[in-house]
């Protein structure tokens, strides 16, 4: 007899209300269930952010084009506040069926953990799916400042001992943990000025009420542009494509010196391997897109695609490698 007619006779031969659960559940699941092709309804992207700004215009762009290749509809669903806390709370909630991911970042999986306590564990309670790409940050200086160079940065730094002030995005974000990180190679001190964000600490540096900073490299794009800070290196192993006068740390000197604002997705834990491998190698045909990448390239970010297992491994190297930083700078804030 067809499932469809065992679940009728079912139902006609049992008084309602009195069809045993397990007998339903038992017909309702096997083989034919089983058969129901990921996804088969709208897919929940979070971001951990308000709308507007390039995070949002990231998730926005690439979840349009992974909409149309997987035949199905995104709905972003910005989630502002906390540092991303919110954000990941309702993501690990969430039922671990591929239906609701988030749009994890460097804060999130990165230097939140590593600088204070949070109500969630970016390892265990996560699924990783996979890198989407990242963008460098760039050391700044004021324009006024009288160096061309990082090697007259540094020289300027010794002879000037405690006359610098840096700006940075907030304690312990991403802009505060760069700087501090080239502090503790360069063996020099400067004052840390927090901000509520990247914009009031770019008014001041450009102002000269600061004098130094470690942005991101699309946020600093505008300003360099426009000649009010000057670029002396960036992060990351290779020259950024966009800016490749700009020369790195590490072939400055700085062997290994490695920040970079990325981003990825993740899901709650438990995401069913199948469906994990579906996403992610969908998600790898989409950052191959050349229109995509093109936007992108807007926001300074080079596509990047990891297998969810090396995403995984790359997680917890960030969480690793920037909680020894906040030990080593006594850098611990409240949760």
């Known amino acids: 007899m067809k499932r469809r007619s065992l679940m009728q006779a079912a139902a006609g031969l049992v008084p309602s209300g009195l069809v045993p659960a397990g007998l339903i559940t038992s017909l309702c699941s096997g083989p034919v269930a089983a058969q129901t092709a990921f996804p088969n309804k709208p897919i929940r992207y979070i971001v951990p952010v308000a709308a507007g700004g390039g995070s949002d215009m990231l998730g926005r762009t690439l979840t349009e084009r992974w909409g149309q290749l997987l035949k199905q509809t995104f709905v972003v669903d910005n989630q502002g506040g906390g540092g991303g806390v919110i954000a990941c709370q309702n993501t690990i909630r969430a039922a671990p069926d591929g239906y609701t991911l988030m749009q994890g970042y460097v804060a999130t999986h990165g230097t939140s953990p590593a600088t204070r306590k949070l109500p969630y564990d970016a390892i265990k309670d996560f699924t990783a799916i996979g ?49 501090e990180l080239f502090k503790q190679q360069v063996n020099s001190f400067m004052v840390h000025i927090p901000y509520r964000g990247i914009a009031p600490a770019f008014s001041d540096l450009i102002s000269g009420q600061t004098q130094a900073m470690f942005p991101g490299l699309a946020a600093a794009i505008p300003h360099i542009k426009s000649g009010r800070v000057r670029p002396l290196a960036v992060t990351g192993m290779q020259r950024h494509p966009q800016y490749k006068d700009i020369p790195t740390l590490d072939e400055s000197g700085f062997k290994g010196f490695d920040a970079q604002q990325w981003y990825g997705v993740v899901g709650p834990a438990g995401i069913p391997a199948p469906i994990v491998k579906q996403l992610n190698e969908t998600l790898a045909v989409v950052l191959k897109n050349p229109e995509l990448r093109e936007k992108l390239s807007v926001e300074a970010i080079e596509p990047q695609t990891m297998t969810p297992e090396q995403f995984t491994a790359f997680i917890k190297g960030e969480i690793v490698r920037w909680t020894a930083l906040a030990k080593a700078r006594n850098i611990e804030l409240e949760s």
Do not use: C
């Open 131 to 179: 890198m989407i790409g990242a963008t460098p940050n760039v050391l700044v200086v004021n324009s006024s400042l009288p160096v061309k160079n990082l090697k007259e940065f540094l020289d300027y730094l010794k002879k000037n001992p405690g006359k610098v002030s840096y700006g940075s995005a907030g304690q312990g974000s991403l802009t505060h943990l760069t700087m």
